[in-house]
């Protein structure tokens, strides 16, 4: 489903919407962050009170989040573009990378921990990333 106009501004301002409410459950309580079972993440260093400068004002926050979460969703949709070109591409490649997704992954409704997903040959360390940094250095 592609997203147009008023679609499009409305699920735009809906993720300004919950960018802006997890910066303030954040801000009115610093300690979640430690709370988390993710590694650490871009709050955790805006909102470290030993950074120089201090933690930085709401809109600030609201403003990185955003920029970081735009900057982030174009250059994740070109690396996963190529990566499935690649793996189509590729003889073997997506049997393969099905294989693995099956046996790190076995039953959907309970979610891989981390450390299995760090244990994969293809999901973490891909056969792929030698084709993205062939994309971003074609000489």
Not at 88 to 109: D, M, N, R, S
């Amino acid at each position: 489903m592609k997203l147009t106009g008023m679609r499009a501004c409305v699920c735009v301002l809906a993720d300004v919407k919950s960018v802006e409410e997890q910066v303030n459950r954040y801000l009115k309580n610093p300690g979640l962050l430690e709370k988390t079972s993710l590694p650490p993440s871009v709050y955790h260093r805006f909102l470290d009170p030993q950074v120089k400068g201090g933690t930085p004002s709401f809109s600030s926050l609201v403003d990185e989040a955003q920029n970081l979460f735009f900057a982030g969703s174009d250059t994740m949709s070109g690396a996963f573009t190529y990566g499935t070109y690649h793996t189509l591409a590729t003889p073997g490649l997506q049997e393969k990378l099905f294989a693995e997704i099956c046996q790190v992954w076995p039953v959907l409704e309970e979610e891989p921990t981390l450390e299995q997903l760090e244990k994969s040959t293809y999901l973490v360390n891909p056969p792929l990333s030698p084709l993205l940094k062939k994309q971003n250095n074609p000489g």
